[in-house]
C-alpha cells in the first residue's frame, strides 16, 4: 500500500485536463450524433481501462445507442507490454445488427486493437469504428490507426480517467505522466 505522498508524489505532470477532456467528448459526441442518427449502434468499451471515457462519452451522444462491454488484457501490474492478447470477458449482443463504435483509452501498440478487432470484423457487424480517448503513436508495433482519436501523448507511461498503473490511479478525473523516480 503506496503512502499517500508516494501516490501523489508519482503524479508527475497533467497531459490532458479535465476540462480538455469535457470538450473533446462534446465534440466527437456531436459527430456520433451526426453521423450514424437513425442506425443501430452499439459502443464496446474494452474494460478496465476505457470505463471512463465509455460513461462520458456515451452520456454525451444524444441519438439512441446500445452499450457492451468486453475484457481484452494486454499488460500487467507494471510498465511493460506482455505482448499478448487475451479476451477475458466477452460481448452478448449479435453484431450483425450494428454499426459498432469500439471505445478504447489509449492506442499504443496497437497490438491490442488489431486483435480486438480482427475478432469483432469475424462476427459481421454492420460498420465497425475506434475511437480512442489517447494516442501513443510513437510506441506504435502495428499500422493500426483509429478513426478518431481525442489526443495524443507523449511516449511516456500515463494514469487518470480511468487508465491505472497496478490499479492505482484510474479515478484521477484528468490524465497524467506517472513515473517512480
Ligand atoms: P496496446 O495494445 O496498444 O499496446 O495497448 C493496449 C493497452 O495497454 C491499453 O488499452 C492500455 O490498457 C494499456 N496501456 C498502453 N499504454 C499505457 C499507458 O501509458 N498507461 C496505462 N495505464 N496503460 C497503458
Known amino acids: 500500500m503506496l503512502s499517500i505522498e508516494e501516490y501523489q508524489r508519482r503524479i508527475k505532470r497533467v497531459l490532458v485536463s479535465e476540462e480538455e477532456i469535457r470538450e473533446a467528448i462534446a465534440k466527437v459526441a456531436k459527430e456520433i450524433d451526426a453521423s450514424y442518427d437513425g442506425r443501430p449502434i ?8 476505457a470505463f471512463v471515457f465509455m460513461a462520458d462519452l456515451c452520456r454525451a451522444i444524444t441519438v439512441p445507442c446500445e452499450i457492451g462491454f468486453m475484457c481484452a488484457k494486454s499488460y500487467y501490474n507494471n510498465t511493460m507490454s506482455s505482448g ?7 460481448l452478448e449482443q449479435d453484431l450483425k445488427k450494428y454499426h459498432v463504435i469500439i471505445v478504447e483509452d489509449i492506442v499504443d501498440t496497437g497490438r491490442t486493437l488489431v486483435e ?6 469475424s462476427r459481421e457487424p454492420l460498420s465497425l469504428c475506434v475511437i480512442t480517448l489517447l494516442d501513443k503513436p510513437s510506441r506504435r508495433e502495428t499500422d493500426f490507426e483509429a478513426d478518431i482519436a481525442l489526443f495524443t501523448v507523449p511516449n511516456c507511461f500515463v494514469v487518470g480517467y ?5 490499479e492505482y490511479y484510474r479515478n484521477l478525473p484528468y490524465v497524467a505522466e506517472y513515473s517512480e523516480d
Do not use: E, P, Q, R
Open 162 to 166: 480511468g487508465l491505472d498503473c497496478a
Open 84 to 90: 499478448t492478447v487475451t479476451i477475458t470477458m466477452d
Open 42 to 49: 452499439l459502443l464496446v468499451s474494452i474494460l478496465n481501462g
Open 116 to 121: 480486438v478487432i480482427k475478432i469483432l470484423k
